[in-house]
């Protein structure tokens, strides 16, 4: 790690205990909601398929998927794979993640441009973010001989960065088209209805706290490139 700067570390370090708090809350906010139990009774499951067959999506599967939070809609296989704890639960936390990962799904097949201009991305974002560490430490080490070692990772970290921002529209989308599809069916009201929606909500966070530290990062790494190509 010689020659590693100490500022990207700082920076680094900081973020990274952001995201362990707010991750931590939103934990903290899904176990609170895990205790209460929808009137209806249904669960994540049965939340999810209902939400399907309200937008008359036929060709996507709910299916269980194992961990914790570890709940996605995948376009590939067309499933929305939901966690132990929403698949058979009939919680209000529950039931707010299966409506918003079956809000991915309404998106899909709706063509929402940001989820295409994302799933466009993936590819590159995912071989950025593979050479990311390297570069970096390789950019440091040989900033003031080399600094276009250090503009090629600011291209590979904006990638990253970009990716993230556009992350955003998708995840308050998909979050809104589930509340609103979750009140307006009567699936959860009144108090139910708030408990999602603040569940939801730290779960955004979590994408937003992601995105500024994506976005920091890169400044900085633009500020390291002109003050060594002032040099």
Same mark, same amino acid.
């Given at each position: 790690?010689?020659? /590693?700067?100490?500022?990207?570390?700082?920076?680094?370090?900081?973020?990274?205990? !952001?995201?362990? #708090?707010?991750?931590?809350?939103?934990?903290?906010?899904?176990?609170?909601?895990?205790?209460?139990? #929808?009137?209806?009774?249904?669960?994540?499951?049965?939340?999810?398929?209902?939400? #399907?067959?309200?937008?008359?999506?036929?060709? !996507?599967?709910?299916?269980?998927?194992?961990?914790?939070?570890?709940?996605?809609?995948?376009?590939?296989?067309?499933?929305?794979?939901?966690?132990?704890?929403?698949?058979?639960?009939?919680?209000?936390?529950?039931? &707010?993640?299966? +409506?918003?990962?079956?809000?991915? &799904?309404?998106?899909?097949?709706?063509?929402?441009?940001?989820?295409?201009?994302?799933?466009?991305?993936?590819?590159?974002?995912? /071989?950025?973010?593979?050479?990311?560490?390297?570069?970096?430490?390789?950019?440091?080490?040989? #900033?003031?001989?080399?600094?276009?070692?250090?503009?090629?990772?600011?291209? +590979?970290?904006?990638?990253?960065?970009?990716?993230?921002?556009?992350?955003?529209?998708?995840?308050?989308?998909?979050?809104?088209? +589930?509340?609103?599809?979750?009140?307006?069916?009567?699936?959860?009201?009144?108090?139910?209805?708030?408990?999602?929606?603040?569940?939801?909500?730290?779960?955004?966070?979590?994408?937003? +706290?992601?995105?500024?530290?994506?976005?920091?990062?890169?400044?900085?790494?633009?500020?390291?490139?002109?003050?060594?190509?002032?040099?």
């Amino acid at each position: 790690m010689i020659g /590693f700067d100490m500022g990207y570390m700082l920076i680094g370090g900081l973020f990274s205990v !952001v995201g362990f #708090l707010v991750s931590t809350r939103l934990q903290s906010k899904f176990r609170h909601y895990s205790q209460f139990a #929808l009137r209806n009774g249904l669960t994540g499951k049965e939340i999810a398929e209902a939400m #399907l067959r309200h937008y008359n999506i036929n060709d !996507v599967q709910v299916v269980p998927a194992q961990g914790f939070l570890t709940d996605h809609y995948n376009p590939m296989t067309k499933t929305v794979a939901l966690s132990e704890a929403v698949y058979a639960s009939n919680s209000i936390a529950a039931a &707010a993640v299966a +409506a918003h990962e079956c809000g991915h &799904a309404v998106q899909h097949a709706t063509a929402y441009s940001m989820l295409q201009l994302r799933s466009r991305l993936v590819p590159f974002v995912q /071989f950025s973010s593979m050479a990311q560490q390297w570069l970096l430490i390789a950019a440091f080490m040989v #900033l003031n001989q080399f600094p276009q070692i250090m503009l090629i990772t600011i291209i +590979a970290f904006a990638l990253t960065a970009a990716f993230s921002l556009i992350t955003l529209p998708v995840e308050f989308d998909a979050s809104r088209r +589930a509340l609103v599809w979750l009140e307006e069916s009567g699936m959860a009201r009144g108090e139910e209805h708030d408990g999602a929606k603040d569940a939801l909500w730290w779960a955004a966070m979590t994408y937003v +706290a992601a995105a500024l530290s994506a976005l920091v990062m890169v400044v900085y790494l633009v500020m390291r490139y002109l003050a060594a190509t002032r040099d």
